[in-house]
């Protein structure tokens, strides 16, 4: 039997417990020696050579507590080397290790335990981790892709909708990159469990899949491609830290966006046709550091917006259920106050949440005092944004009129 998985060799006597050794991949499996005896073979794709350890009477201890998570360390006696294994297969490691447990006693392995040439493992390639395809023309169309593929680049190579669905069957890819191509939309049901990184700039993207699963997705990048909205979609990958969607269409940035990304550290939204900032962006206490805003035809004067007061029961309740932390679902209230209580917004002034009567207010504001570093290209763009202002009652509007300078109602 043979396992691919990634491997450490520690020797006990020289590295005393501590090594700066990296786990790197490779193979290890069981074979059969000359004298008919079960030899442990270890081969790391960097090197050309297996090593093989005798196992009978050779085993000082099997650690297997990491097991369920594919780690594992066979200790050897002769020589005191640790073969620690990880980013194992774990039902094949759970194998592997009961294998060498009977081996080391001298006991029959199972018939199923077939014996691996030392010679084959040794003429084994390293497995293709990464792809890059810059034309068309290199486009493996027949051939497919590598299973093993971690990072997949495919550039200038006239992809357009519907995508060739094997991409996204590459279950071990973290990066994928299909820039510069003429992209429509992606297909529905992706499920990508390791992808950290999704790049599909410069396309011609109307929407982004509303099912789309990347539980590790920390940086995507939808620049330069032609949506119109800001797609709730987004607002789903709770992982994202990097968001760029510059040179789209987009006209609104929704006001809940830092509450339900709260890991988003870069956001750019330059080169769009967004007028007014929200408040969330502007109010601090989130992990965003840098905003990418130029090139948008943003407000330039103070106003007022909206002014609502005339409270309803309604408008309190909702309140009340913020308030409280009152738990909700679409079983238990009707679905469009479902959606209203996932959209409120804050008061700028005493912080209590506001629904549909509230009053809005549009006031430069210089976000460098928050922390977040902005990005402004222009020479005649300054550095304060027009942020938008909401307030649940009209002595916290009328407070708000006063900071920005505005007259009191
Ligand atoms: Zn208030």
Redesign the pocket.
């Known amino acids: 039997m043979k396992l691919d998985c990634k491997i450490k060799i520690q020797d006990r006597q020289r590295t005393n417990g501590s090594s700066t050794l990296k786990a790197a991949k490779g193979v290890v499996g069981l074979a059969k020696s000359n004298n008919d005896e079960w030899v442990l073979v270890v081969r790391l794709f960097k090197d050309t050579n297996a090593t093989q350890y005798k196992l009978r009477d050779n085993i000082q201890a099997l650690l297997h507590r990491c097991i369920n998570n594919g780690m594992a360390t066979i200790q050897i006696k002769m020589p005191p080397h640790d073969v620690q294994l990880c980013e194992a297969n774990v039902e094949s490691l759970k194998t592997l290790l009961s294998s060498v447990r009977l081996a080391s006693t001298g006991s029959n392995l199972p018939s199923s335990i077939k014996s691996i040439s030392i010679n084959a493992v040794e003429k084994l390639q390293r497995p293709a981790l990464q792809l890059i395809v810059n034309q068309a023309i290199d486009y493996p169309t027949l051939k497919g892709f590598p299973s093993t593929l971690e990072k997949l680049i495919i550039n200038a190579a006239h992809l357009r909708a519907p995508v060739d669905r094997r991409i996204f069957t590459l279950k071990n890819l973290h990066t994928l990159d299909l820039s510069d191509n003429n992209i429509t939309e992606l297909p529905s049901g992706i499920q990508m469990n390791h992808l950290h990184t999704l790049i599909i700039r410069s396309n011609q993207l109307k929407s982004f899949p509303n099912d789309i699963k990347c539980p590790m997705l920390k940086h995507l990048d939808l620049s330069q491609n032609q949506l119109e909205k800001f797609n709730v979609a987004l607002l789903n990958i709770s992982t994202l830290e990097r968001l760029n969607l510059s040179s789209n269409k987009i006209k609104f940035i929704p006001r809940i966006i830092l509450r339900v990304l709260p890991q988003l550290q870069v956001f750019n939204i330059a080169s769009n046709l967004v007028r007014v900032i929200p408040n969330s962006i502007a109010s601090g206490g989130t992990r965003l550091h840098t905003f990418h805003y130029d090139d948008n035809p943003l407000a330039t004067e103070k106003m007022i917006t909206c002014k609502r007061f005339n409270t309803t029961l309604l408008e309190i309740a909702l309140r009340v259920v913020i308030k409280y932390r009152i738990p909700y679902d679409f079983k238990s209230i009707p679905r469009t106050l479902c959606l209203l209580l996932d959209e409120y917004e804050t008061?700028?002034?005493?912080?209590?949440a506001?629904f549909i009567r509230f009053g809005e207010i549009i006031v430069p504001k210089q976000l460098s005092a928050i922390g977040v570093t902005v990005h402004v290209t222009a020479a005649n763009q300054s550095f304060a944004v027009p942020v938008q202002e909401r307030?649940?009652?009209i002595?916290?509007f009328n407070y708000g009129l006063r900071r920005a300078g505005m007259i009191q109602m």
């Open positions: 008061c700028a002034h005493c912080a209590s506001c307030y649940c009652s002595k916290c």
